[in-house]
């Protein structure tokens, strides 16, 4: 029967310290991280070695990559260097967590963190400037300003909400790029993989999304390519649902390398809820498209409206059959979107505390590759 001494869990844990820097670890949980120095608790309390990758012999038993280039391992001693690279292979067949992963990919993590944050602080902070100038010029008007003032203020809201809403979405796009970097070991089709792989996927489709749509809005283009174009873009609403869901499960599989169950729980119910709000996003967006733009596709061709021609008369068939259906939709929509706003804020949050455990993970995983390589022979 085995001891408390060398059983993982609550109860052993009274009797153990922390195997990189000694601190007692008290009654922590598996699943917790040493407080002092971020070490997983799990890493302390179980062979360094992941369970059945070396056999009796000191040999690599079976299919391991190297985590610096991708080398298969296998066959190969336990105190050899990756025949591709030189990395010492104790370096990679430890147990998959992130303070013993390759350095320069959890720096790449930590550091598209910071920038997913610096992104949606930009983005938030402009959207409550705007809102308050916004208010201010409706003020200005009501309380019987220059109209001239007025349009000053919408002008410099126009360009304030503009630069702030690219600066920040840029940033944000460039910090999922780097978070969602592949690791140099992971060569499979495993769900932590396939999920990384589709949000990139779905970041570049959305980027290329919003520069389609500030084009047509631009170009004008006749009323059935328009059409077209807007049925078209209930395909971008429906990766909107996919890839959303994709980048919490991507970020709950991350957060168990720390390991941080109550993060992974975060983001999977994140990936559940942000699913569910985006998903009623784009069904009411679905409707309200067919049925305002589905009429133009169905409708016998005329002659191109002239630049003369009243909004009214150019607008599709469905506008003013479906007026109800508008403000309805008008409604639901608005509330939806304050959901989706404290969905971000939760976003945000559980991005904000991942800053110090990531930050914690790439210093580890430095110090044990720095003392690990010069202790094994050229």
Known sequence: MATAENTPGEAGNARKNCRNCGHDLGTLGDQDCCPECGFPVLASLSSPDAEGVIDQHGVVAGDTTCHKCGYNLRGLQREGRCPECATPIKLSIRQDFLCFAEPGYVRKLARGNRFILWGLWIVVFTWIVAVVMSLLAVWFVIAGGDSTHAKVIKHVLFALTAAGTIIGSLMFLWGLWLFTCAEPSIYDTSRRDTARRFVRFYMLVAVLGLALTYIVAELVPPMRLMAVFKLFSICFSVLGVIGSAAYFMYISGMT???????????????????????????????????????????????????????????????????????????????????????????????????????????????????????????
Not at 312 to 334: E, H, K, N, R, Y
């Open 256 to 378: 168990r390398r720390i390991p941080n169950e109550q993060f992974a729980k975060r983001a999977r119910d994140l990936a559940k809820n942000m699913a569910i709000t985006i998903g009623l996003l784009a069904l009411v967006s679905i409707v309200g498209t067919v049925a305002r733009w589905g009429p133009v596709l169905v409708a016998p061709a005329g002659p191109a409206p002239s630049p003369t021609t009243s909004a009214a008369t150019t607008a599709p068939a469905g506008f003013g059959t479906f007026s109800t259906w508008s403000t309805v939709q008008s409604c639901f929509t608005g509330i939806l979107y304050l959901v989706l706003l404290v969905l971000l804020s939760r976003t945000e949050r559980l991005h904000r505390h991942l800053r110090k455990p990531l930050n914690q993970q790439a210093t580890l995983a430095a110090q044990h590759w720095q003392s690990a390589i010069p202790s094994t022979p050229a």
